[in-house]
Nanobody
Framework: QVQLVQSGGGSAQAGGSLRLSCAAS????????MAWFRQVPGKKREGVAA??????????YYASSVEGRFTIAEDNAKNTIDLLMNSLKSDDTAMYYC??????????????????WGQGTQVTVSS
């Protein structure tokens, strides 16, 4: 059974940085695609970044709104997936969720493609 436990986040000034961490437990084959989503009230959940965890390689994907500012990073020793967020903007304010799916990351921007979810972590960026 896959479990995803999130930590990190909080508040930052615009231009600052925050780090989110997702500790994953369970069969790796159920977590070959891992992603971070975010959601603000009244809007649908938005894919922010994802990583395909192949046997021989990893591939990362980013939404255009965060590319160059956010980095999704694996720590295989700790079995965590981190989201490093730099140059934060007020538009980054949202509840952030870690997600996992088996298979590839072809549909990584679609929340219904993910079977497992973390509990959510609030990120607030003030200008």
């Amino acid at each position: 059974q896959v479990q995803l436990v999130q930590s990190g986040g909080g508040s930052a000034q615009a231009g600052g940085s925050l780090r989110l961490s997702c500790a994953a437990s369970g069969p790796r084959h159920d977590m070959t695609c891992m992603a971070w989503f975010r959601q603000v009230p009244g809007k649908k959940r938005e894919g922010v970044a994802a990583v395909f965890r192949g046997n021989a390689y990893s591939t990362s994907y980013y939404a255009s709104s965060v590319e160059g500012r956010f980095t999704i990073a694996e720590d295989n020793a700790k079995n965590t997936i981190d989201l490093l967020m730099n140059s934060l903007k007020s538009d980054d304010t949202a509840m952030y969720y870690c997600a996992a799916a088996h298979g590839g990351c072809m549909d990584w921007t679609i929340s219904s493609a993910f079977q497992y979810w973390g509990q959510g972590t609030q990120v607030t960026v003030s200008s």
